[in-house]
């Protein structure tokens, strides 16, 4: 059976459809770096550069124009291991929920979205556009509200790492936008959603 993309899924490989992939890069034109990526989405997103989950994008400048899909989700933090035997010693649920531990810090949507801004703002990054859901009452959210955002009026079926799309997501999507003109922006997507 197809499984709900959501926030706390614990599946992060969910691409961007192709078909909304168009509508942005029409706007932003060439896409020079996607720091959230892998081999397969960059066939739909086409960015002259791209980093995968082993290059660590958060740690790296980002430059030129940007699109961004991060792996959605909170943030968590390594499981403890005793010193002497190196055994983990975690009671989290989400480990037990998902039936095993985790060795290293998992950056979520704090950081993610923290870091574009911080690109934006530095002006290494020129323009760019990321998608999350809207997550209006999180604080990871509220950046975002200082750029052109495009409220998607339907649920988006992200496509999962074998190219197949998934059935609709459980909330709806936001796209924010840096760097560009809100007319740009309408031009695209005046008919599937609301930009503000």
């Not at 706390?8 to 959230?36: F, H, M, N, Q």
């Not at 323009?127 to 955002?149: H, K, M, V």
């Not at 059935?167 to 005046?190: P, Q, W």
Request: with cysteine.
């Amino acid at each position: 059976p197809d499984q709900r993309v959501n926030q706390d899924s614990g599946e992060v490989e969910w691409y961007t459809p192709p078909w909304l992939l168009e509508r942005v890069k029409r706007v932003l034109g060439t896409i020079d770096l996607d720091p959230a990526s892998c081999s397969t989405a960059n066939l739909n997103v086409g960015a002259s550069r791209f980093y995968t989950a082993d290059d660590d994008g958060l740690s790296r400048l980002w430059d030129g124009t940007v699109w961004m899909n991060h792996p959605y989700g909170k943030s968590e933090k390594a499981c403890p291991k005793t010193k002497r035997t190196k055994e983990y010693r975690c009671k989290k649920n989400a480990c037990k929920n998902r039936g095993y531990h985790i060795d290293h810090d998992v950056p979520g949507n704090t950081e993610w979205i923290a870091k574009i801004v911080e690109e934006f703002k530095s002006g290494r990054m020129t323009s760019g556009a990321c998608i999350t859901f809207a997550s209006t009452s999180e604080n990871w959210f509220r950046p975002l509200y200082d750029y052109y955002q495009v409220w998607l009026y339907d649920r988006v079926a992200f496509v999962d790492k074998h190219g197949v799309e998934g059935t609709k997501t459980t909330k709806g999507s936001v796209i924010t936008f840096f760097g560009v003109s809100k007319k740009d922006i309408e031009r695209e997507f005046a008919d599937i959603g609301k930009v503000k």
